[in-house]
Structure formats: structure tokens, C-alpha cells
């Protein structure tokens, strides 16, 4: 039951809990062909000793490793398959994160990391460039006495014009605007987003941000849509749109959304036993209900978090396996679609995924429970 807890934890907010567990392989044998957690020719295993929620990669292919026991830098020196020449640094509390439960990571466009914490806030990471030297690191944390509208954290994304958006598990969003100086406060500018303002009364546990800057916020209750004409801090020309089972959506329970090149949005959840994927093409108008085409996938019924790599294809961290979709360039119709599905039983290491991230070189990471898998 708690593993099904934390399983599940994107989408029930527990503020008052904070679990997680370490679920090693009932017989490692079975799989570390190598005996060092590397095991068969498809996946590298790493046991990082803690649940992984979220995985980030920086631009020089650095992992970020978001844990329920603080933040996990890898440098596998470009050599993942390879764990000798591996570097692991740890960042806690006591290095100046706000939280050792984090929940979320980001990375910006200055190559500055966020961590979204549950419980704490988000804290603003910069390392000047140098992951492994703590010396140089600079530290700053936003609670809600800074004006964030609250400490659990479940989502975050940025914008074109550098303004972070923060998705809480208190049914809240934060708009930051930090004038270019995040670790300085004197100019911040905060703004908030909840239910009176168009927002759904659920925690918000993704956020995707479109070509033309219009925001997407994955719930339990389905998708908001957020037009805020270039004007975030000015809500009285913001425009909101609602997307549900009742426009073409395949399931309302939504843990993520991603968008792709070509502006399609993919939606992943689940709704017991309904499709956990769906694709919507708004043609260019998402404001326009009427000129929708939906794609419905019933290969898979659970999406907890969706990547997409170079080639276009879709990784979805699906629970029991790592999933891959190649649709041909041709989402709305899955006559030539490719399905691909890896399991503990193919060398899947962390045997509840719930996070996937695609490398500098496409390689593939997924995180859950017993850590991450690794395969190229």
C-alpha cells in the first residue's frame, strides 16, 4: 500500500505525508547479468538508495536525479553504460536545498537549476558551471512568506520571456517573475492563480508551455488552458479553456502534458482500465473547440510522465514497463504506429517508472522505485 501511495502521489495531494521507499529486486540476481546493476545489453541499472521522481538533463548531459532524500548529480563522463568512471554528487539540506523531498527539477535557459520541493518550496541552484565543486555554489529558496502561493511543489516550467510557473499540490499556481536576478528578491514580482481565477481545484502536477506562450496545466479534472495575452502579472485579459472527456479527451485524470515541434499536444494518465494516452491536434487554435481532431491511444492505459526524443518518438514511463511509440509522423493515425514495451522481465530496473528523460545523445533515463534504468 505505501508504494501504491507514492505511485500515485502525482496526482492525490499528501501534504501532511511524506513517504518514500526503497524497493530493491526481490532476487538481483536474476537480473545484474554484469553483477554490478548493469545487467543484459539492453538497460543500465543504478540503485541510488530512494525513489526517483524526476529526472533532468543539463546541456553537457549532466543528470539531475530529484529523490526523497535530496537532489543526485550524475557525471557518467559520457560513458553511461560504463559506471568506473562515474562521478555522484548529493545535495541536501544542509548544502542549502529547501527540502530533501523533491519532487520536480528544472532546468533554465542560463543552464540554473530549480528544485521543486514538497514542503518546502522551490530553491534556485547555481553551480557556476561546476556540479562537482560545492565551493562556488550559490543558494536561494522561495517559501510562501516570499509570496510563493504554497511550499508543495509538483510542477514547474518555464516561458519564453524567463518567468517560472510553479504547479502546487494546494490546487495553486505561482507566476515568478525574478527581473533576471533570481537571488535577488528586492525586485521580485509574484502572482497567483487559483480556482477564481479559471484554475481547476486539484493539484497541479504538470505544466507544458506552447510555441505561442499559452500555458498547459495537467489536474485530475482534465487540462486547463491559459492565455494570458503576454501579460502574466495582469489577469483581466486572461483566457481560459477547459478540456475534458467531454471535448475528445480519453481520460481526465491527467498526469502529464508535453508538447511536441509540430505544437500537438500528448496527454498522459489514468482512469482505470480507460486509455492513458491522448494526442490533440487544435490546428493552430486551441481557443477553437470546433476545428479539434483527438487521437485516443488504448494501447496503454497508464502514462505517468512522456519525453519525446530527436527522432520524434514518444517515451512514456508507464508503471510496470518503459514505453516507446514511433507514430511515423503520423499521430492521428495509428495504422502504422510502432509500439515498444520494456519490463522487468527485458532488465527494467526501477519496477514503478514514473519519470523518463532523453539524454544529449537520445539516450533513454527512467526513474521509480529501485532507481533508475538507463538504455541508449
Same mark, same amino acid.
Given at each position: 500500500m505505501r508504494k501504491q501511495l507514492i505511485r500515485y502521489f502525482k496526482i492525490f495531494s499528501l501534504a501532511s505525508i511524506v513517504l518514500f521507499v526503497h524497493c530493491p529486486l526481490s532476487d538481483p540476481s536474476q537480473t545484474d547479468s554484469n553483477g554490478d546493476g548493469s545487467n543484459s545489453s539492453i538497460f543500465t541499472n543504478f540503485d541510488v538508495g530512494s525513489w526517483v521522481y524526476d529526472i533532468a538533463i543539463d546541456a /553537457? $548531459?549532466? @543528470? %539531475?536525479?530529484? !529523490?526523497? /532524500?535530496?537532489? &543526485? +548529480?550524475? *557525471?557518467?563522463?559520457? !560513458?553511461?553504460? @560504463?559506471?568506473? *568512471? $562515474?562521478? %555522484? !554528487?548529493?545535495? !541536501?539540506?544542509?548544502?542549502? &536545498?529547501?527540502?530533501? +523531498? /523533491? %519532487?520536480?527539477?528544472?532546468?533554465d535557459a542560463s543552464e540554473k537549476k530549480w528544485f521543486g520541493t514538497y514542503g518546502g518550496g522551490v530553491s534556485y541552484f547555481d553551480d557556476n558551471g561546476t556540479p562537482l565543486n560545492k565551493a562556488d555554489d550559490t543558494w536561494t529558496s522561495f517559501r510562501t512568506n516570499d509570496g510563493l502561493v504554497s511550499n508543495y511543489l509538483m510542477s514547474l516550467a518555464f516561458d519564453a520571456s524567463g518567468g517560472k510557473w510553479f504547479g502546487t499540490g494546494h490546487h495553486k499556481v505561482s507566476y515568478f517573475d525574478d527581473n533576471g536576478t533570481p537571488s535577488n528578491k528586492a525586485d521580485d514580482t509574484w502572482t497567483s492563480f487559483t480556482k477564481l481565477d479559471g484554475l481547476v481545484d486539484m493539484p497541479i502536477v504538470a505544466i507544458a508551455v506552447d510555441a505561442a506562450g499559452a500555458k498547459w496545466f495537467a489536474s485530475a479534472e482534465g487540462a486547463r488552458y491559459l492565455d494570458d495575452n503576454g501579460t502574466p502579472t495582469n489577469k483581466s485579459d486572461d483566457e481560459w479553456i477547459t478540456f475534458t472527456e467531454a471535448d475528445g479527451l480519453g481520460c481526465d485524470n491527467i498526469w502529464d502534458i508535453v508538447i511536441d515541434t509540430s505544437g500537438g499536444i500528448w496527454i498522459g494518465g489514468k482512469c482505470g482500465g480507460i486509455s492513458g494516452l491522448s494526442y490533440l491536434d487544435d490546428k493552430g487554435t486551441p481557443k477553437d473547440k470546433l476545428d479539434d481532431s483527438w487521437t485516443i491511444f488504448t494501447t496503454i492505459d497508464e /502514462?505517468?510522465?512522456?519525453?519525446? *526524443?530527436?527522432t520524434?518518438? @514518444? %517515451?512514456?514511463?508507464c508503471g510496470s514497463s518503459a514505453t516507446c511509440l514511433n507514430d511515423n509522423g503520423t499521430p492521428n493515425n495509428q495504422m502504422d504506429d510502432s509500439w515498444t514495451a520494456y519490463r522487468y522481465i527485458d532488465g527494467l530496473w526501477c519496477v514503478d517508472c514514473i519519470a523518463v528523460a532523453i539524454d544529449n545523445s537520445g539516450g533513454k533515463w527512467f526513474g521509480g522505485a529501485g532507481g533508475i534504468s538507463y538504455c541508449p
Open positions: /553537457v $548531459d549532466g @543528470k %539531475w536525479i530529484a !529523490t526523497g /532524500v535530496g537532489v &543526485l +548529480y550524475l *557525471d557518467d563522463n559520457g !560513458t553511461p553504460t @560504463k559506471k568506473s *568512471d $562515474d562521478t %555522484w !554528487t548529493s545535495f !541536501t539540506t544542509a548544502d542549502g &536545498l529547501a527540502n530533501n +523531498y /523533491v %519532487w520536480v527539477i528544472g532546468i /502514462v505517468a510522465e512522456i519525453a519525446i *526524443d530527436q520524434e518518438a @514518444k %517515451w512514456f514511463a
